[in-house]
T-cell receptor, first 111, second 111 residues
Framework: GENVEQHPSTLSVQEGDSAVIKCTYS??????FPWYKQELGKGPQLIID???NVGEKKDQRIAVTLNKTAKHFSLHITETQPEDSAVYFC??????????WGAGTKLIIKP | GAGVSQSPSNKVTEKGKDVELRCDPI?????LYWYRQRLGQGLEFLIY????????KSGLPSDRFSAERTGESVSTLTIQRTQQEDSAVYLC?????????FGNGTRLTVT
């Protein structure tokens, strides 16, 4: 079946440094790629998404890049802050209805 | 997640008992999803409701699992004869043509 691989499973970075999380998907028909942030005890919350008609999207300290040929996309967080500590999930599909989710990355920001 | 309420937040049950989990979504949002999240893993799709259409039950792992939704409001997920492998966080999400909005989930522990 279709799947999404997410790496690394855990990422520890110094406060102020950048963090990069990568995902690879198998279904070439996927055209919607959201990233969700999940804090402890809460449900996931969308932080940024991208569609296949663009290669990059940025929102303040967060950016997502997409390489459709290689079927991978990445989340970039710059100038990391303690409140960025959470679990991040990528997903791929052609709509919210048919999303396939990665296994998650636990991001730890060290003070 | 703002606007989506799930209850109970925590449920401990004995193996073999039935449990019912509740989701109160934002009124008027037609699409509602149930997901299962096992410890340290990604989101596993269970069931999808869209308006008055027949629900997509393709993600339900066994016939012990069922879900209902009354119109475009409350949904309940029922697990009969619970097993230890049912232990997980069960997340409800809704979408009104926008990104998914998740509740905070119900943490189910089967002893």
């Amino acid at each position: 079946g279709e799947n999404v691989e997410q790496h690394p499973s855990t990422l520890s970075v110094q406060e102020g440094d950048s963090a990069v999380i990568k995902c690879t998907y198998s279904d070439s028909a996927s055209n919607y790629f959201p990233w969700y942030k999940q804090e402890l005890g809460k449900g996931p919350q969308l932080i940024i998404d991208i569609r296949s008609n663009v290669g990059e999207k940025k929102d303040q300290r967060i950016a997502v890049t997409l390489n459709k040929t290689a079927k991978h996309f990445s989340l970039h967080i710059t100038e990391t802050q303690p409140e960025d500590s959470a679990v991040y999930f990528c997903a791929a599909g052609d709509s919210n209805y048919q999303l396939i989710w990665g296994a998650g990355t636990k991001l730890i920001i060290k003070p | 997640g703002a606007g989506v309420s799930q209850s109970p937040s925590n449920k401990v049950t004995e193996k073999g008992k039935d449990v019912e989990l509740r989701c109160d979504p934002i009124s008027g949002h037609t699409a509602l999803y149930w997901y299962r999240q096992r410890l340290g893993q990604g989101l596993e799709f269970l069931i999808y409701f869209q308006g008055n259409s027949a629900p997509d039950k393709s993600g339900l792992p066994s016939d012990r699992f069922s879900a209902e939704r009354t119109g475009e409001s409350v949904s309940t997920l029922t697990i009969q004869r619970t097993q230890q492998e049912d232990s997980a966080v069960y997340l409800c999400a809704e979408s009104g043509g926008s990104p998914l909005h998740f509740g905070n989930g119900t943490r189910l522990t089967v002893t």
